[in-house]
């Protein structure tokens, strides 16, 4: 299994980061992507995954909740530069990038809408970035479906690929997401709540085909961990209630959803070492 989303970086792993990722392992978890939110705690989600190389993986990005929190414009034109030369420990001009993907970018409306403008105008130069650097998205959107889809709209003719992550919306809402080909649908612990409607959604309207696994970790805990800390080993139950929902087993559902993951995040190989 790969947990596709989750914020290991943060605050809430600072004391036993190491325990947290054995107890992936040990969970069947083979890889941990890792999105970025803003530009001061990039250095930090860079050196953390750098400590453990093959495993997790970067993504850089500036997150529409984030975006006036520091100067956006700069942000971004410092965040750029790491896609083309990353500031990391022992890295040379000739070293690769290890950035996986642009995100978390997108829309956030939830609470406020008073700088919405500003959103789009952030998300629009992240979309050319995954464009210019050939890069997969990692897109959040947050009460922000129309907006999200028209500003999509306008890059569908540019081969843009990703995941649409932590989705709970509605079957429409899921046909025009997947209307954009290349793109994925990140489904964490949302699955497994007892009133959640998107089991239904799922079935109906999603193939397994267009599904990756995430657990947004520290947020949404999986039933049975709900109002807990979430990590990626319980990943293992967002996949559980996958094969209950798909009538299929928990080994098609791992190995399906690996697939998915591969084929959109292309510099990921599963085989690295660690």
Not at 71 to 78: E, G, R, T
Not at 93 to 111: H, K, M, Q, R, T
Request: proline share 6%.
């Amino acid at each position: 299994m790969i947990d596709t989303h989750a914020h290991i970086d943060g605050p809430e792993f600072a004391e036993d980061l190491e325990a947290v990722i054995q107890r992936a392992k040990d969970a069947g978890v083979r890889k941990i992507f890792i999105p970025g939110i803003c530009l001061k705690d990039t250095p930090h989600l860079l050196e953390v995954c750098q400590a453990y190389p093959g495993y997790l993986h970067p993504m850089i990005g500036l997150h529409p909740e984030n975006i006036m929190d520091e100067d956006y414009h700069h942000a971004l034109d410092q965040l750029e530069r790491l896609l083309k030369e990353p500031e990391l420990p022992h890295s040379t001009s000739d070293s690769p990038s290890p950035i996986i993907a642009i995100g978390e970018v997108g829309l956030d409306f939830y609470w406020d809408d008073t700088h919405k403008q500003e959103q789009i105008e952030v998300f629009e130069r992240q979309i050319q970035w995954a464009e210019q650097y050939n890069l997969p998205l990692m897109i959040h959107s947050r009460s922000a479906h129309t907006e999200l889809m028209e500003t999509m709209e306008r890059h569908r003719d540019s081969n843009l690929s990703g995941v649409f992550h932590c989705f709970t919306g509605t079957e429409e809402e899921a046909r025009d997401l997947l209307s954009f080909p290349n793109f994925m649908l990140g489904i964490g612990g949302v699955l497994t709540f007892r009133k959640s409607t998107l089991r239904e959604v799922v079935k109906n309207a999603i193939p397994l085909s267009r599904i990756v696994l995430e657990t947004d970790s520290p947020y949404m805990a999986p039933v049975p961990n709900r109002g807990k800390r979430n990590e990626s080993a319980y990943v293992k139950w967002v996949a559980e209630k996958l094969a209950e929902t798909y009538n299929q087993d928990f080994a098609t559902i791992a190995h399906q959803t690996t697939e998915n993951a591969l084929k959109v995040f292309k510099k990921v190989t599963f085989f690295d070492k660690n």
